[in-house]
Protein backbone atom coordinates (compact mmCIF):
# COMPACT_ATOMS: atom_id res chain seq x y z
CA UNK A 1 0.00 0.00 0.00
CA UNK A 2 1.08 2.96 -1.25
CA UNK A 3 0.52 6.35 1.07
CA UNK A 4 0.61 10.05 -1.18
CA UNK A 5 -0.54 13.06 -1.73
CA UNK A 6 -1.44 13.27 -5.25
CA UNK A 7 -2.15 16.84 -5.12
CA UNK A 8 0.48 17.33 -8.41
CA UNK A 9 1.60 15.65 -11.46
CA UNK A 10 5.48 16.51 -11.09
CA UNK A 11 8.23 13.99 -10.66
CA UNK A 12 7.53 12.11 -7.58
CA UNK A 13 4.49 11.61 -8.69
CA UNK A 14 5.44 10.62 -12.07
CA UNK A 15 7.68 8.28 -10.70
CA UNK A 16 5.07 6.22 -8.10
CA UNK A 17 2.94 6.01 -10.88
CA UNK A 18 5.72 4.24 -13.03
CA UNK A 19 6.16 2.03 -9.94
CA UNK A 20 2.58 1.45 -9.25
CA UNK A 21 2.04 0.30 -12.38
CA UNK A 22 5.08 -2.02 -12.49
CA UNK A 23 3.91 -3.43 -9.54
CA UNK A 24 0.09 -3.99 -11.24
CA UNK A 25 2.12 -6.41 -13.43
CA UNK A 26 3.65 -8.86 -11.45
CA UNK A 27 0.73 -10.95 -10.82
CA UNK A 28 2.29 -11.92 -7.01
CA UNK A 29 1.28 -8.61 -6.36
CA UNK A 30 -1.61 -6.40 -5.45
CA UNK A 31 -1.40 -2.78 -5.31
CA UNK A 32 -3.50 -0.25 -3.48
CA UNK A 33 -2.73 3.60 -3.36
CA UNK A 34 -3.91 5.82 -1.01
CA UNK A 35 -4.09 9.41 -1.72
CA UNK A 36 -4.26 12.67 0.27
CA UNK A 37 -5.84 14.60 -3.12
CA UNK A 38 -7.81 13.55 -6.01
CA UNK A 39 -6.50 15.00 -9.32
CA UNK A 40 -4.42 13.17 -12.45
CA UNK A 41 -2.40 10.83 -10.25
CA UNK A 42 -5.82 9.27 -9.14
CA UNK A 43 -7.02 9.44 -12.91
CA UNK A 44 -3.72 7.80 -13.90
CA UNK A 45 -4.01 4.94 -11.28
CA UNK A 46 -7.40 4.07 -12.12
CA UNK A 47 -7.05 3.93 -15.87
CA UNK A 48 -4.44 1.15 -15.20
CA UNK A 49 -6.82 -0.42 -12.86
CA UNK A 50 -4.99 0.05 -9.57
CA UNK A 51 -7.01 0.22 -6.67
CA UNK A 52 -7.07 3.95 -5.07
CA UNK A 53 -8.77 5.30 -2.27
CA UNK A 54 -8.93 8.95 -1.45
CA UNK A 55 -8.74 10.76 1.72
CA UNK A 56 -9.14 13.90 0.51
CA UNK A 57 -7.13 16.55 3.04
CA UNK A 58 -9.34 19.54 1.96
CA UNK A 59 -12.02 18.33 3.95
CA UNK A 60 -10.48 16.50 7.30
CA UNK A 61 -7.92 17.55 9.69
CA UNK A 62 -4.73 15.77 10.15
CA UNK A 63 -6.16 14.04 13.50
CA UNK A 64 -9.39 12.55 11.39
CA UNK A 65 -6.99 11.29 8.26
CA UNK A 66 -4.91 9.53 10.81
CA UNK A 67 -8.00 8.06 11.98
CA UNK A 68 -8.98 7.24 9.07
CA UNK A 69 -5.46 5.26 7.96
CA UNK A 70 -6.12 3.41 10.86
CA UNK A 71 -9.25 2.71 9.82
CA UNK A 72 -7.42 1.46 6.10
CA UNK A 73 -4.90 -0.19 7.55
CA UNK A 74 -6.85 -2.44 9.32
CA UNK A 75 -9.37 -3.63 7.04
CA UNK A 76 -6.79 -3.99 4.07
CA UNK A 77 -4.05 -5.62 6.22
CA UNK A 78 -1.12 -5.02 3.68
CA UNK A 79 2.46 -6.61 4.22
CA UNK A 80 3.87 -3.46 3.83
CA UNK A 81 3.22 0.62 3.15
CA UNK A 82 4.91 2.80 1.49
CA UNK A 83 5.42 6.25 2.04
CA UNK A 84 5.93 9.25 0.45
CA UNK A 85 6.58 13.10 0.84
CA UNK A 86 6.81 14.51 4.88
CA UNK A 87 2.82 14.86 5.63
CA UNK A 88 2.24 10.90 4.62
CA UNK A 89 5.42 9.80 6.16
CA UNK A 90 4.59 10.90 9.60
CA UNK A 91 0.61 9.85 9.43
CA UNK A 92 1.27 6.82 7.17
CA UNK A 93 4.11 5.99 9.00
CA UNK A 94 3.04 6.19 12.25
CA UNK A 95 -0.58 4.39 11.64
CA UNK A 96 1.19 1.77 9.97
CA UNK A 97 3.22 1.09 13.23
CA UNK A 98 0.03 0.96 15.60
CA UNK A 99 -1.45 -1.66 13.18
CA UNK A 100 1.84 -4.07 13.11
CA UNK A 101 2.66 -3.29 9.66
CA UNK A 102 6.09 -2.35 8.58
CA UNK A 103 6.80 0.76 6.76
CA UNK A 104 9.49 2.24 4.12
CA UNK A 105 9.87 6.13 2.88
CA UNK A 106 11.11 7.19 -0.46
CA UNK A 107 12.62 10.56 -0.24
CA UNK A 108 12.53 12.03 -3.93
CA UNK A 109 14.42 14.97 -3.62
CA UNK A 110 16.67 17.12 -0.92
CA UNK A 111 14.58 19.40 1.01
CA UNK A 112 13.91 23.01 -0.56
CA UNK A 113 14.35 24.71 2.38
CA UNK A 114 14.27 25.04 6.09
CA UNK A 115 11.24 26.41 8.53
CA UNK A 116 11.82 30.13 9.97
CA UNK A 117 11.78 29.93 13.38
CA UNK A 118 8.59 31.96 13.55
CA UNK A 119 6.70 28.57 12.14
CA UNK A 120 6.89 26.37 15.45
CA UNK A 121 4.50 24.37 13.37
CA UNK A 122 6.79 23.57 10.87
CA UNK A 123 9.40 22.55 12.98
CA UNK A 124 7.13 20.11 14.97
CA UNK A 125 6.36 18.47 11.50
CA UNK A 126 9.80 18.44 10.90
CA UNK A 127 10.98 16.85 13.75
CA UNK A 128 7.89 14.22 13.59
CA UNK A 129 8.96 13.10 10.06
CA UNK A 130 12.65 12.82 11.51
CA UNK A 131 11.31 10.92 14.36
CA UNK A 132 9.09 8.48 11.83
CA UNK A 133 11.76 7.99 9.44
CA UNK A 134 14.40 7.32 12.24
CA UNK A 135 12.16 5.25 14.91
CA UNK A 136 9.28 4.26 13.14
CA UNK A 137 9.63 3.15 9.77
CA UNK A 138 11.95 0.41 8.76
CA UNK A 139 13.78 1.84 5.50
CA UNK A 140 14.49 5.18 3.73
CA UNK A 141 14.99 5.09 -0.37
CA UNK A 142 17.12 7.34 -1.64
CA UNK A 143 16.85 7.87 -5.64
CA UNK A 144 20.51 8.88 -5.36
CA UNK A 145 24.03 8.51 -3.52
CA UNK A 146 24.20 12.45 -3.14
CA UNK A 147 20.65 12.05 -1.69
CA UNK A 148 22.01 9.55 0.23
CA UNK A 149 24.94 10.88 2.12
CA UNK A 150 22.49 14.13 2.80
CA UNK A 151 20.48 12.06 4.43
CA UNK A 152 23.27 10.40 6.29
CA UNK A 153 23.45 13.20 8.44
CA UNK A 154 20.02 12.67 9.90
CA UNK A 155 19.23 8.78 9.84
CA UNK A 156 21.64 5.94 10.36
CA UNK A 157 23.35 4.57 6.85
CA UNK A 158 21.74 0.47 7.59
CA UNK A 159 18.49 2.43 7.03
CA UNK A 160 19.31 4.21 4.13
CA UNK A 161 18.88 2.80 0.30
CA UNK A 162 19.90 3.41 -3.00
CA UNK A 163 17.51 2.89 -5.64
CA UNK A 164 17.41 5.08 -8.74
CA UNK A 165 14.11 5.80 -10.85
CA UNK A 166 13.26 3.95 -13.78
CA UNK A 167 10.43 4.82 -16.35
CA UNK A 168 8.70 2.61 -18.72
CA UNK A 169 10.64 2.93 -22.20
CA UNK A 170 8.00 1.37 -24.24
CA UNK A 171 4.88 3.55 -22.67
CA UNK A 172 7.15 6.68 -23.24
CA UNK A 173 8.03 6.49 -26.75
CA UNK A 174 4.28 5.21 -27.37
CA UNK A 175 2.81 8.59 -25.39
CA UNK A 176 5.74 10.82 -27.92
CA UNK A 177 3.98 9.27 -30.84
CA UNK A 178 0.47 10.13 -30.24
CA UNK A 179 0.27 12.85 -32.61
CA UNK A 180 1.82 15.40 -35.02
CA UNK A 181 1.74 18.92 -34.91
CA UNK A 182 2.72 21.57 -37.35
CA UNK A 183 5.91 22.80 -35.86
CA UNK A 184 7.28 19.02 -36.39
CA UNK A 185 6.12 18.73 -39.65
CA UNK A 186 8.01 22.40 -40.92
CA UNK A 187 10.88 21.71 -43.09
CA UNK A 188 12.99 24.11 -41.01
CA UNK A 189 11.87 24.02 -37.94
CA UNK A 190 14.11 26.62 -35.31
CA UNK A 191 16.63 25.24 -33.18
CA UNK A 192 14.02 24.61 -29.98
CA UNK A 193 15.30 24.57 -26.37
CA UNK A 194 13.35 23.75 -23.49
CA UNK A 195 12.85 23.75 -19.68
CA UNK A 196 10.43 21.38 -17.80
CA UNK A 197 9.08 22.19 -13.80
CA UNK A 198 6.88 23.52 -11.32
CA UNK A 199 7.69 27.43 -11.42
CA UNK A 200 9.55 27.63 -8.13
CA UNK A 201 12.74 29.07 -6.96
CA UNK A 202 14.65 25.81 -6.96
CA UNK A 203 14.05 25.02 -10.51
CA UNK A 204 15.77 28.25 -11.54
CA UNK A 205 13.60 29.63 -14.55
CA UNK A 206 15.28 32.93 -14.68
CA UNK A 207 18.16 31.39 -15.53
CA UNK A 208 16.60 30.02 -18.17
CA UNK A 209 15.72 33.36 -19.29
CA UNK A 210 19.03 34.92 -18.78
CA UNK A 211 20.95 32.31 -21.17
CA UNK A 212 18.24 33.40 -24.04
CA UNK A 213 19.02 36.84 -23.38
CA UNK A 214 22.07 36.37 -23.87
CA UNK A 215 21.91 34.23 -26.93
CA UNK A 216 19.27 36.78 -28.50
CA UNK A 217 21.48 39.65 -27.22
CA UNK A 218 24.62 38.02 -28.88
CA UNK A 219 23.78 35.81 -31.18
CA UNK A 220 20.33 37.54 -33.22
CA UNK A 221 21.03 35.45 -36.18
CA UNK A 222 20.59 32.37 -34.81
CA UNK A 223 16.66 30.88 -34.95
CA UNK A 224 16.72 29.35 -31.44
CA UNK A 225 13.49 29.15 -29.51
CA UNK A 226 12.71 28.65 -25.70
CA UNK A 227 9.49 27.28 -24.26
CA UNK A 228 9.01 26.70 -20.92
CA UNK A 229 6.74 24.24 -20.06
CA UNK A 230 4.78 24.13 -16.42
CA UNK A 231 3.49 26.28 -13.78
CA UNK A 232 3.43 27.90 -10.24
CA UNK A 233 3.87 30.37 -8.08
CA UNK A 234 6.36 32.11 -10.33
CA UNK A 235 4.32 32.35 -13.33
CA UNK A 236 3.95 36.03 -13.41
CA UNK A 237 7.16 37.48 -12.20
CA UNK A 238 8.63 35.15 -14.82
CA UNK A 239 6.62 36.31 -17.33
CA UNK A 240 7.56 39.91 -16.13
CA UNK A 241 11.06 38.99 -16.37
CA UNK A 242 11.37 37.40 -19.94
CA UNK A 243 8.43 40.18 -21.65
CA UNK A 244 10.64 41.17 -24.11
CA UNK A 245 12.00 37.63 -25.55
CA UNK A 246 8.13 37.33 -25.15
CA UNK A 247 7.13 40.12 -27.67
CA UNK A 248 10.08 39.21 -29.93
CA UNK A 249 8.93 35.83 -30.36
CA UNK A 250 11.88 33.94 -28.75
CA UNK A 251 10.47 32.94 -25.73
CA UNK A 252 7.12 30.80 -25.00
CA UNK A 253 5.34 30.05 -21.62
CA UNK A 254 3.54 26.79 -23.08
CA UNK A 255 1.93 26.21 -19.31
CA UNK A 256 1.05 22.51 -18.21
CA UNK A 257 1.18 19.89 -20.74
CA UNK A 258 -0.49 16.92 -20.24
CA UNK A 259 1.68 14.64 -22.73
CA UNK A 260 5.19 16.49 -22.07
CA UNK A 261 6.78 13.28 -24.17
CA UNK A 262 5.50 14.75 -26.77
CA UNK A 263 6.76 18.28 -26.22
CA UNK A 264 10.26 16.61 -25.58
CA UNK A 265 10.58 14.67 -28.82
CA UNK A 266 9.98 17.99 -30.38
CA UNK A 267 12.71 19.83 -28.45
CA UNK A 268 16.70 19.70 -29.51
CA UNK A 269 17.74 20.67 -26.24
CA UNK A 270 16.14 20.00 -22.83
CA UNK A 271 17.76 22.41 -20.20
CA UNK A 272 18.13 21.41 -16.00
CA UNK A 273 18.87 24.65 -14.66
CA UNK A 274 18.06 23.60 -10.70
CA UNK A 275 20.13 24.46 -7.99
CA UNK A 276 19.68 21.06 -6.64
CA UNK A 277 17.52 17.82 -7.76
CA UNK A 278 17.62 14.16 -7.09
CA UNK A 279 16.83 12.15 -10.11
CA UNK A 280 14.51 13.80 -12.71
CA UNK A 281 11.86 11.59 -14.34
CA UNK A 282 12.11 14.36 -17.07
CA UNK A 283 15.58 13.93 -17.26
CA UNK A 284 15.24 10.12 -17.67
CA UNK A 285 12.58 10.86 -20.49
CA UNK A 286 14.48 13.15 -22.64
CA UNK A 287 17.19 10.72 -22.78
CA UNK A 288 14.40 8.03 -23.55
CA UNK A 289 13.45 10.38 -26.51
CA UNK A 290 16.67 11.56 -27.96
CA UNK A 291 16.34 14.93 -26.89
CA UNK A 292 20.01 16.45 -25.76
CA UNK A 293 20.17 17.17 -22.02
CA UNK A 294 22.34 20.21 -21.19
CA UNK A 295 22.31 20.23 -16.85
CA UNK A 296 23.10 21.53 -13.44
CA UNK A 297 25.73 18.95 -12.35
CA UNK A 298 23.64 17.92 -9.06
CA UNK A 299 22.20 15.00 -7.48
CA UNK A 300 22.46 11.58 -9.63
CA UNK A 301 22.51 13.46 -13.05
CA UNK A 302 26.34 13.35 -13.39
CA UNK A 303 25.82 9.72 -12.44
CA UNK A 304 23.26 8.97 -14.87
CA UNK A 305 24.82 11.33 -17.96
CA UNK A 306 27.47 8.76 -17.12
CA UNK A 307 29.82 12.25 -16.53
CA UNK A 308 29.47 13.57 -19.82
CA UNK A 309 29.03 11.00 -22.11
CA UNK A 310 25.28 11.35 -22.58
CA UNK A 311 24.62 14.82 -21.92
CA UNK A 312 26.40 17.98 -20.98
CA UNK A 313 27.39 18.84 -17.86
CA UNK A 314 27.40 22.67 -16.22
CA UNK A 315 29.69 22.24 -12.86
CA UNK A 316 28.78 26.52 -12.40
CA UNK A 317 24.95 28.34 -12.56
CA UNK A 318 26.50 30.69 -15.05
CA UNK A 319 24.04 31.16 -17.99
CA UNK A 320 27.08 32.34 -19.77
CA UNK A 321 28.15 28.56 -19.59
CA UNK A 322 24.55 27.41 -20.45
CA UNK A 323 24.32 29.22 -23.57
CA UNK A 324 27.97 28.03 -24.76
CA UNK A 325 27.25 25.05 -24.48
CA UNK A 326 23.77 25.07 -26.09
CA UNK A 327 25.40 27.01 -29.47
CA UNK A 328 27.78 24.41 -29.42
CA UNK A 329 25.50 21.47 -30.31
CA UNK A 330 23.07 24.10 -32.16
CA UNK A 331 26.26 24.25 -34.75
CA UNK A 332 27.42 20.61 -34.08
CA UNK A 333 25.04 18.51 -34.74
CA UNK A 334 27.04 15.38 -34.71
CA UNK A 335 28.24 16.22 -31.61
CA UNK A 336 24.41 16.28 -30.28
CA UNK A 337 23.23 12.61 -32.41
CA UNK A 338 26.04 11.36 -30.40
CA UNK A 339 25.21 12.70 -27.19
CA UNK A 340 21.61 11.50 -27.98
CA UNK A 341 22.36 8.04 -28.64
CA UNK A 342 24.68 7.50 -25.81
CA UNK A 343 21.77 8.61 -23.25
CA UNK A 344 19.15 6.48 -25.01
CA UNK A 345 21.26 3.40 -25.23
CA UNK A 346 22.19 4.15 -21.58
CA UNK A 347 18.73 4.53 -19.79
CA UNK A 348 17.16 1.79 -21.36
CA UNK A 349 19.70 -0.60 -20.00
CA UNK A 350 20.56 1.30 -16.58
CA UNK A 351 17.41 3.29 -15.49
CA UNK A 352 14.28 1.27 -16.80
CA UNK A 353 11.01 0.92 -14.77
CA UNK A 354 11.16 -3.20 -14.23
CA UNK A 355 14.70 -2.86 -12.77
CA UNK A 356 13.22 0.12 -10.10
CA UNK A 357 10.77 -2.06 -9.08
CA UNK A 358 12.58 -5.01 -8.72
CA UNK A 359 15.23 -3.37 -6.45
CA UNK A 360 11.85 -2.22 -4.14
CA UNK A 361 10.57 -5.62 -4.33
CA UNK A 362 13.67 -6.91 -2.77
CA UNK A 363 13.80 -4.37 0.23
CA UNK A 364 9.95 -4.61 0.38
CA UNK A 365 10.77 -8.96 1.00
CA UNK A 366 12.90 -7.79 4.04
CA UNK A 367 10.77 -6.38 5.73
CA UNK A 368 7.13 -7.28 4.93
CA UNK A 369 4.77 -9.23 6.97
Not at 73 to 85: N, S
Not at 157 to 186: F, H, M, P, W, Y
Not at 226 to 235: H, R, S, T, V
Request: charged share 20%; hydrophobic share 40%; net charge negative.
Amino acid sequence: MHIASGDLWAGAEVQLFTLASQQQRCQDTQVTVVLLNPGRLQQELQARGISVIVVNESQYHAGSIFMQLLHILHKHRPDIVHTHRVKENILGGFAAWLQGIPSVRTIHGASEHLPKWSQPHKHVQKFLDWFSGRFVQKAIIAVSRELADKLADSFTRNQIRVIENGIDIEATLEAAQKSATQEAENDHPPFSVGIVGRLVEVKRIDLFIDIANIIADNHPDKAIRFKIYGDGPLLISMQNYGARLIDSGQLDFMGHCDNIQQELRKLDALLITSDHEGLPMVLLEAMCLKTCVITHAVGAIPEVLDHGRCGILIPNQQPADYAAALLSIEKNRKQLVSLTENACERVSRHYNAASNADAIAGLYRQYAN
